[in-house]
Protein backbone atom coordinates (compact mmCIF):
# COMPACT_ATOMS: atom_id res chain seq x y z
CA UNK A 1 0.00 0.00 0.00
CA UNK A 2 2.51 2.38 0.88
CA UNK A 3 4.67 1.73 -2.68
CA UNK A 4 1.19 2.39 -4.34
CA UNK A 5 0.63 5.58 -2.65
CA UNK A 6 4.16 6.40 -3.35
CA UNK A 7 3.70 5.78 -7.30
CA UNK A 8 0.25 7.42 -7.27
CA UNK A 9 1.46 10.78 -5.25
CA UNK A 10 -0.40 9.87 -2.30
CA UNK A 11 0.05 10.64 1.45
CA UNK A 12 0.43 7.45 3.08
CA UNK A 13 -0.22 7.61 6.93
CA UNK A 14 -1.10 4.27 8.60
CA UNK A 15 -2.80 4.63 11.43
CA UNK A 16 -3.98 2.43 14.56
CA UNK A 17 -7.48 0.46 13.87
CA UNK A 18 -10.09 1.07 16.32
CA UNK A 19 -13.62 0.35 17.39
CA UNK A 20 -16.01 2.03 15.26
CA UNK A 21 -17.78 4.99 17.31
CA UNK A 22 -21.04 3.36 16.96
CA UNK A 23 -19.57 0.79 19.09
CA UNK A 24 -18.05 3.10 21.56
CA UNK A 25 -20.90 5.48 22.17
CA UNK A 26 -22.67 2.47 23.34
CA UNK A 27 -19.69 1.12 25.41
CA UNK A 28 -19.84 4.92 26.85
CA UNK A 29 -23.66 4.77 27.74
CA UNK A 30 -23.36 1.29 29.70
CA UNK A 31 -24.81 -0.70 26.95
CA UNK A 32 -23.60 -4.17 25.99
CA UNK A 33 -21.05 -4.47 22.84
CA UNK A 34 -22.40 -6.23 20.41
CA UNK A 35 -20.78 -9.78 19.94
CA UNK A 36 -18.59 -8.68 16.53
CA UNK A 37 -17.82 -5.38 18.62
CA UNK A 38 -16.44 -7.23 21.84
CA UNK A 39 -14.12 -9.30 19.81
CA UNK A 40 -12.58 -6.30 18.22
CA UNK A 41 -12.30 -4.56 21.09
CA UNK A 42 -10.28 -8.06 22.33
CA UNK A 43 -7.94 -7.20 19.18
CA UNK A 44 -7.08 -3.42 19.37
CA UNK A 45 -3.85 -2.20 19.95
CA UNK A 46 -4.91 0.84 22.03
CA UNK A 47 -7.25 -0.37 24.30
CA UNK A 48 -11.50 1.44 24.20
CA UNK A 49 -10.58 2.83 27.84
CA UNK A 50 -7.20 4.88 26.85
CA UNK A 51 -9.09 5.98 23.91
CA UNK A 52 -11.78 7.25 25.45
CA UNK A 53 -9.59 8.49 28.14
CA UNK A 54 -7.41 10.40 25.83
CA UNK A 55 -10.60 12.02 24.50
CA UNK A 56 -11.41 13.36 27.40
CA UNK A 57 -8.20 15.27 27.72
CA UNK A 58 -9.25 16.96 24.44
CA UNK A 59 -12.93 17.42 25.41
CA UNK A 60 -12.94 21.46 25.42
CA UNK A 61 -11.51 21.44 21.49
CA UNK A 62 -13.79 21.63 18.69
CA UNK A 63 -15.22 18.94 16.40
CA UNK A 64 -12.82 18.18 13.92
CA UNK A 65 -15.14 16.69 11.14
CA UNK A 66 -17.38 19.65 11.98
CA UNK A 67 -15.19 21.20 9.55
CA UNK A 68 -16.07 18.76 6.81
CA UNK A 69 -18.76 18.24 4.76
CA UNK A 70 -21.58 15.53 6.17
CA UNK A 71 -21.09 12.41 4.67
CA UNK A 72 -22.74 10.41 1.65
CA UNK A 73 -22.74 6.87 2.16
CA UNK A 74 -23.26 3.85 0.17
CA UNK A 75 -26.83 4.08 -0.03
CA UNK A 76 -27.64 7.76 -1.01
CA UNK A 77 -28.35 8.18 3.06
CA UNK A 78 -26.54 11.15 4.37
CA UNK A 79 -24.53 10.67 7.62
CA UNK A 80 -23.39 13.58 10.44
CA UNK A 81 -19.68 12.37 9.98
CA UNK A 82 -17.82 9.42 8.92
CA UNK A 83 -17.35 8.65 12.47
CA UNK A 84 -21.21 6.90 12.67
CA UNK A 85 -22.55 4.11 10.34
CA UNK A 86 -26.32 3.55 11.89
CA UNK A 87 -27.28 7.16 12.58
CA UNK A 88 -29.09 8.90 9.51
CA UNK A 89 -29.32 12.86 8.77
CA UNK A 90 -31.32 12.06 5.28
CA UNK A 91 -32.45 8.82 3.56
CA UNK A 92 -31.66 10.28 0.52
CA UNK A 93 -28.70 13.49 -0.15
CA UNK A 94 -31.07 14.55 -3.30
CA UNK A 95 -33.95 15.28 -1.76
CA UNK A 96 -31.97 17.61 0.52
CA UNK A 97 -29.79 20.98 -0.07
CA UNK A 98 -26.60 21.05 1.30
CA UNK A 99 -27.69 24.22 3.23
CA UNK A 100 -30.45 21.84 4.84
CA UNK A 101 -28.05 18.87 5.64
CA UNK A 102 -25.58 21.22 7.35
CA UNK A 103 -28.45 22.80 9.54
CA UNK A 104 -29.83 19.55 10.26
CA UNK A 105 -26.50 18.38 11.78
CA UNK A 106 -25.40 21.77 14.13
CA UNK A 107 -26.71 20.32 17.44
CA UNK A 108 -27.79 17.39 16.16
CA UNK A 109 -28.61 14.97 18.89
CA UNK A 110 -26.03 13.03 17.89
CA UNK A 111 -23.41 15.37 18.04
CA UNK A 112 -23.87 16.09 21.51
CA UNK A 113 -24.06 12.85 22.95
CA UNK A 114 -20.73 12.32 21.12
CA UNK A 115 -19.35 15.49 22.55
CA UNK A 116 -20.77 14.79 25.81
CA UNK A 117 -18.58 11.80 26.10
CA UNK A 118 -15.55 13.42 24.78
CA UNK A 119 -15.88 11.06 21.23
CA UNK A 120 -15.39 13.63 18.77
CA UNK A 121 -11.68 13.44 20.28
CA UNK A 122 -11.57 9.72 20.11
CA UNK A 123 -9.04 9.31 17.68
CA UNK A 124 -6.24 11.53 18.16
CA UNK A 125 -3.19 10.48 15.44
CA UNK A 126 -0.62 12.70 17.99
CA UNK A 127 -1.44 10.41 20.69
CA UNK A 128 -0.30 7.43 18.63
CA UNK A 129 2.36 8.11 16.41
CA UNK A 130 5.25 6.71 18.92
CA UNK A 131 3.74 3.36 19.18
CA UNK A 132 2.55 2.95 15.27
CA UNK A 133 5.89 3.85 14.36
CA UNK A 134 7.32 0.99 16.18
CA UNK A 135 5.49 -1.41 14.91
CA UNK A 136 6.41 -0.08 11.11
CA UNK A 137 10.22 -0.10 12.03
CA UNK A 138 9.89 -3.62 14.12
CA UNK A 139 7.52 -5.38 11.85
CA UNK A 140 6.53 -4.29 8.36
CA UNK A 141 9.81 -2.15 7.20
CA UNK A 142 12.78 -3.79 8.92
CA UNK A 143 16.11 -2.28 8.15
CA UNK A 144 14.30 1.19 8.64
CA UNK A 145 13.15 1.81 5.11
CA UNK A 146 9.90 3.57 6.59
CA UNK A 147 11.57 5.89 9.04
CA UNK A 148 11.90 9.00 7.19
CA UNK A 149 9.31 10.43 4.27
CA UNK A 150 5.89 9.36 3.54
CA UNK A 151 5.68 5.94 5.11
CA UNK A 152 6.28 7.41 8.63
CA UNK A 153 2.61 7.44 10.80
CA UNK A 154 2.74 11.76 11.60
CA UNK A 155 5.10 12.55 14.14
CA UNK A 156 3.70 14.82 17.52
CA UNK A 157 6.19 17.89 16.43
CA UNK A 158 6.98 18.75 13.17
CA UNK A 159 4.16 18.11 11.23
CA UNK A 160 2.08 21.29 10.73
CA UNK A 161 -0.14 19.21 8.19
CA UNK A 162 -0.91 16.99 10.86
CA UNK A 163 -1.16 19.46 14.40
CA UNK A 164 -3.07 21.81 12.36
CA UNK A 165 -5.87 19.26 11.40
CA UNK A 166 -5.96 17.71 15.24
CA UNK A 167 -5.57 21.33 17.31
S1 LIG B 1 -19.59 15.68 17.15
FE1 LIG B 1 -19.36 13.48 16.85
S2 LIG B 1 -21.09 12.92 15.54
FE2 LIG B 1 -20.88 15.12 15.40
S3 LIG B 1 -19.58 15.46 13.58
FE3 LIG B 1 -18.24 15.38 15.39
S4 LIG B 1 -17.55 13.26 15.53
FE4 LIG B 1 -19.33 13.31 14.18
Known sequence: MRRFCEEHGFRFHPVVALLFMDHALDYCEGRELAP????????????LETLIENGRKDHAKKCLLNRVLPVISW????????????RKLADNFLDVSLEEIIRMRSGHPLC????????????NPEMYSATVN????????????????????????????????IS
Open 112 to 123: VQCQAHSLHRYF
Open 75 to 86: DMSVMPCCNYSY
Open 134 to 165: ELLQDHIAPGGSCGTGSGRFPEKAGNGGVRSL
Open 36 to 47: EAQKTREMMLID
